[in-house]
């Protein structure tokens, strides 16, 4: 007897995929984890994902006819594209680029929001915005731009790595007197990652130090060739302070917008994002939404994340009332009766009960994920490749010195031209803190670290969002491993895990042991039988090996945990002072 067909778009939402075959969501969620997938109820898979998934219940699937291919080349597929794969195309039409704005600290970002701010008051409004929600809208030409005032690129890769992407354009802001920095490479790792097209707003021309030749050429390096010199990256010169450039800005936004052709349903199915949200003590739950699909009305019933509610208020961002909101909108909304986080995606149901359904269901696979949640790793890579999962490898590699880097990335370069390719994301010095971890998760990308540390929030993170992270000492051991990984041979490793750290407060001579030192455990526990490493300065390591003794008063013991003070011994070392810090750490098999 031959399977049953069933028609599927090329991206379909699991709790719909659900509805089509009529089973439970959190079944069809399971499914997918077996299959080393791992998605929430509100996330999108793609058609061959879909296909394996309904075949198990004796389905065959059947790709629906489409007038329009919703498929990006490589890479993620845009949120707006997912967004519209089921709408029919005739009623799409061009809804406002959404907007967001990354760089380096000092080079002007604030300034530059509120030059563009300011371009809108052509209404004659002297006092401009009067609440702030998080976005904007500024019209130009007759059209709408609409500005996601975010803090920054952790929040843009927050967003991503909640399944969403708010922004269809990123505005690099580059000082023109102060060059490249290393968050504003971080930026453009985070923009590029995403696969959203970059506009380099080149900020504070109007000083009299201003270089913008080497800006260009700086940028042309990290493959941002300005459109002047052949490439096709717009770099517009700006200044904030003086308001010049600001047209050119906008115009270059509505001219990249033009040949994205950006689109959207306005009478489709109503669905967006959560910019942010906040408990107000006299209003409740204020959130703000984007609406990137469909029309938001007064009334609505909305779930976003775990938080559900019937819209009671809708205020668009100068705090003025509205009935309605179409695509690509910013609006204040009150009516949640939880806080959602930013980057959730929201929808509009038909009750409360539906709603109710869907928030327990979310409630049950974020229990279920978190209990099967597993490391993206370098050993699971071939075996994904096998499947049709994973076409590249994702790297965030991490050094101590440029002269480290260089050669690190051309081994990389080699290594990469294989079956499988291996694609460095962000390459930087210093040690791995919480930004490269949020990339990596939100990017499906392993984390090599060369001669440096993970900071303890780092590493916190990394296991939380289940982010694996790689340190080697020596290149050839580090590329021996992506070497393996690539042709399927790589067997598990040792890795380090640290399970306490303390500080040295005092130094003890004991005519046995020699020097002592008198510690307080700040964090976790020391073991007799454990690893220890002592550091002084911010990162200098000054001894690594194994404890010769550890006592609490005068006597011996195993382990000292946090709040205790305790000496401790090191085998043929001596040299200890007070403010090293000591780092107790295992050696784990990593499966």
């Not at 019933?301 to 309605?324: E, F, H, N, Q, T």
Request: net charge negative; proline share 3%.
């Amino acid at each position: 007897m031959s399977a049953k067909k069933i028609e599927l778009p090329a991206s379909i939402v699991i709790r719909d995929l659900a509805q089509k075959i009529e089973k439970s969501p959190i079944e069809i969620i399971k499914k997918l984890m077996t299959n080393g997938v791992m998605a929430t109820i509100n996330q999108s898979v793609d058609f061959d994902t879909a296909a394996i998934v309904v075949a198990e219940y004796g389905f065959e699937a059947v790709l629906e006819a489409q007038d329009e291919v919703v498929k990006e080349e490589s890479g993620e597929v845009p949120l707006w594209r997912r967004l519209i794969a089921d709408e029919d195309t005739k009623a799409l039409i061009a809804r406002p680029p959404v907007v967001t704005i990354l760089g380096h600290v000092d080079h002007g970002k604030t300034s530059l929001l509120d030059a563009l701010r300011q371009t809108d008051v052509a209404a004659g409004e002297a006092g401009g915005i009067t609440q702030h929600i998080g976005a904007y809208q500024v019209e130009k030409k007759g059209r709408t731009i609409t500005f996601l005032d975010t803090p920054g690129h952790a929040a843009f890769t927050a967003m991503r790595a909640r399944g969403a992407q708010g922004a269809d354009i990123v505005i690099l802001v580059v000082a023109a007197d102060d060059g490249v920095m290393p968050q504003t490479r971080e930026a453009i790792a985070h923009a590029k990652a995403a696969r959203v097209p970059i506009i380099v707003a080149l900020n504070k021309i109007d000083k009299p130090n201003s270089n913008p030749d080497r800006v260009k050429q700086q940028l042309a390096e990290l493959e941002l060739v300005p459109d002047e010199w052949g490439g096709n990256t717009m770099v517009i010169p700006v200044s904030a302070k003086q308001k010049q450039g600001i047209d050119d800005l906008l115009e270059g936004i509505l001219l990249v917008a033009d040949n994205i052709d950006i689109r959207a349903n306005p009478l489709g199915k109503v669905i967006g994002t959560v910019i942010e949200a906040e408990v107000d003590k006299s209003k409740g739950t204020v959130a703000t939404l984007l609406v990137q699909n469909g029309t938001l009305e007064s009334g609505d019933i909305v779930v976003a994340g775990r938080s559900y509610g019937r819209m009671k208020a809708l205020s668009d961002y100068k705090g003025r009332p509205v009935k309605k909101v179409g695509p690509s909108t910013p609006v204040a909304v009150m009516g949640l009766n939880g806080v959602p986080a930013a980057g959730d995606v929201f929808q509009v149901v038909d009750s409360e009960k539906e709603a109710r359904a869907i928030v327990g269901e979310r409630a049950d696979a974020a229990k279920t994920a978190a209990n099967v949640q597993k490391k993206i790793s370098l050993e699971d890579l071939f075996a994904n490749f096998k499947a049709g999962e994973a076409k590249e490898l994702n790297l965030i590699v991490k050094a101590d010195v440029q002269g480290s880097l260089e050669p690190i990335m051309s081994e990389l370069a080699e290594l990469g031209k294989g079956e499988i390719g291996v694609k460095v994301l962000y390459a930087e010095t210093g040690n791995i803190g919480e930004n490269d971890v949020m990339l990596a998760s939100a990017s499906k990308a392993i984390i090599i670290g060369f001669s440096v540390q993970a900071d303890v929030a780092a590493r916190r993170l990394a296991e939380a969002e289940g982010v694996s992270i790689r340190l080697y000492d020596i290149i050839y051991r580090m590329t021996e491993d992506i070497e393996k990984a690539l042709k399927g041979m790589l067997e598990p490793v040792i890795v380090e895990k640290v399970i306490g750290r303390a500080s040295v407060l005092a130094v003890f001579s004991a005519s046995k042991l020699g020097r002592v030192a008198g510690c307080r455990v700040t964090e976790g526990e020391l073991r007799r039988n454990a690893k220890v490493r002592l550091l002084r300065g911010a990162s200098d390591i000054v001894f690594e090996g194994e404890m010769a003794s550890l006592r609490h008063e005068k006597e011996d013991v195993r382990e000292m945990r946090t709040g205790f003070e305790c000496g401790v011994g090191f085998k043929n070392f001596n040299d200890i002072q007070v403010g090293d810090h000591l780092v107790c750490y295992v050696l784990e098999t990593s499966s």
